[in-house]
């Protein structure tokens, strides 16, 4: 393994590890699904991730990062969804709960559309795009053909965010031992409801100051 190589994993596990959207996204749903029903949401947000790259090291990330007003389009994009999501999950009706584990109770229907809500948040978020803009062409070895490089550490880079969320997965599934009892899963609707609200927020606000 490379010099090069061996920084460009552990650049991206530390920026990786930090909690972003994705992070508390998968924290939400894990806590309210356990850790294994989340497993489509983790692949979502890596698949998510795995898009942007590649639309940055194709050259749109260029594009994006240059022009303030499209990154800031992207970004409320992003802020939209989960204003959406808040209000969905804020109305949706504790569903039918049965016995997944010993203790532990879970909707029948958990963990529907996990996929496709973490896809989506991840590919409106252009954080990572900027990310990879940035920083991942100073690891890039010249003496190896670039095509297959770039996709070899696309590939890597996406296991490792899928990894790193099935950890903060697990972390959070050990929540719901005393959040899926009695009330429990409608206290989960409303605090990950307002979760997603206050994201949504603080993305509107962030996205706004450069305008201000």
Sequence with gaps: MSSLF??????????????????????????EYGWRRTMSGALGTALGI????I??????????ASSPMLFAAIKLLGA???IWLSVKIWRKVPPKIVIDAPGVQVPDNAGEGLFSKCF??????????????????????????????????IAVYALMVFVCMI???LIADRMRVF???GSGPKLMNKASAVIFMLLACWVLWNTA????
Aim: aromatic share 12%; glycine share 6%; with cysteine.
């Design 6 to 31: 061996a920084l460009f994993l552990v650049t991206s596990l530390a920026n990786i590890l930090t909690p972003g959207l994705g992070v508390v996204m998968i924290i939400t749903l894990a806590a």
């Design 50 to 53: 795995a898009v942007l790259f």
């Design 55 to 64: 639309a940055g090291m194709s050259g749109v990330g260029v594009i994006v």
């Design 80 to 82: 939209c969804f989960l």
């Design 120 to 153: 989506i948040l991840a590919v409106t978020n252009p954080q990572p795009m900027i990310f990879c803009v940035s920083l991942m062409p100073q690891f890039i070895d010249p003496e190896i053909a670039y095509v297959p490089q770039v996709a070899f550490m």
């Design 167 to 169: 950890f903060y997965a």
């Design 179 to 181: 959040l899926a009892r």
């Design 209 to 212: 100051q450069p305008f201000l």
